[in-house]
T-cell receptor, first 116, second 114 residues
Framework: AQKITQTQPGMFVQEKEAVTLDCTYD???????LFWYKQPSSGEMIFLIY??????QNATEGRYSLNFQKARKSANLVISASQLGDSAMYFC?????????????FGKGNQVVVIP | DAEITQSPRHKITETGRQVTLACHQT?????MFWYRQDLGHGLRLIHY???????NKGEVSDGYSVSRSNTEDLPLTLESAASSQTSVYFC?????????????FGEGSRLTVL
C-alpha cells in the first residue's frame, strides 16, 4: 500500500506568490518523521524541511514551512514568496521509527513551475 | 568536505550484461541506500544497508544485488541488465546516531539498457 500520496498535477505559480504542495501519508506508527526534498532540473536531491510526529510546532526553514495536521495525516509544504529558482520537483517522504527502521518512503512528487 | 559520489554518472549497456554502479561516501555514515527514480513512480527503494556486512532488500530488489564490505561503499550490481532497469539511480546515506535522519544523496547515475 502506498504510504505517501502526492496527487497534485503540475503547478504554475506566479513569482512572489505562495504555493502549497499537498502530502498525505498512511502509517499506524505513533512515532514517525516527515521530510520534504527538492529536485531541480539538474537532478540533485536537496533536503528542505523535517517534521517529527511529536513536534508540537509546525516546522519552518526560511521560506519553507510545513502545515502538519496529524489527525488528517497530512504534511503540506508551503513555499512563501516563490522565486524562479523554486521551479523543481518536490518530494514528500516518511520514516516510521518503529523497530529501528531507517528507511524513507517517498511520494511520486509534485512539479512546480514558477513564472515571472 | 565530506560527500557522497556515484559513478558512472551515465551508462549505456546492452540487455543481459552485468552492470555495477558505485557509491562512495566519506561521512562515515553507517546507513546507505539505493533508490531508482522513474517518471510517475517517484523514488523507490532497491536495497539498503545498516552497516558493514549488512544488506537488506527494498521494495524493488528483483534483479539487483548489493554488498557492504566497508563503511564507505555500497556498490549496486545488475546481474543481467533488462530494459525495465533503464532508470536514474540514486545512492544515499545517513547517520543513524544523530537527528531525524535526513538522507544525503549522490548526484545520480543514469542507466540506459538497450
Amino acid at each position: 500500500a502506498q504510504k505517501i500520496t502526492q496527487t497534485q498535477p503540475g503547478m504554475f505559480v506566479q513569482e512572489k506568490e505562495a504555493v502549497t504542495l499537498d502530502c498525505t501519508y498512511d502509517t499506524s506508527d505513533q512515532s514517525y518523521g516527515l521530510f520534504w526534498y527538492k529536485q531541480p532540473s539538474s537532478g540533485e536531491m536537496i533536503f528542505l524541511i523535517y517534521q517529527g510526529s511529536y513536534d508540537e510546532q509546525n516546522a519552518t526553514e526560511g521560506r519553507y514551512s510545513l502545515n502538519f495536521q496529524k489527525a488528517r495525516k497530512s504534511a503540506n509544504l508551503v513555499i512563501s514568496a516563490s522565486q524562479l529558482g523554486d521551479s523543481a520537483m518536490y518530494f514528500c517522504a516518511m520514516r516510521e521509527f518503529s523497530y529501528g527502521n531507517n528507511r524513507l518512503a517517498f511520494g511520486k512528487g509534485n512539479q512546480v513551475v514558477v513564472i515571472p | 568536505d565530506a560527500e557522497i559520489t556515484q559513478s558512472p554518472r551515465h551508462k549505456i549497456t546492452e540487455t543481459g550484461r552485468q552492470v555495477t554502479l558505485a557509491c562512495h561516501q566519506t561521512w562515515n555514515h553507517n546507513n546507505m541506500f539505493w533508490y531508482r527514480q522513474d517518471l510517475g513512480h517517484g523514488l523507490r527503494l532497491i536495497h539498503y544497508s545498516y552497516g558493514v556486512q549488512d544488506t537488506n532488500k527494498g521494495e524493488v530488489s528483483d534483479g539487483y544485488s548489493v554488498s557492504r564490505s566497508n563503511t564507505e561503499d555500497l556498490p549496486l550490481t545488475l546481474e543481467s541488465a533488462a530494459s525495465s532497469q533503464t532508470s536514474v539511480y540514486f545512492c544515499a546515506s545517513r547517520d543513524s546516531r544523530e537527528g531525524p535522519g535526513e538522507l544525503f544523496f549522490g548526484e545520480g547515475s543514469r542507466l540506459t539498457v538497450l
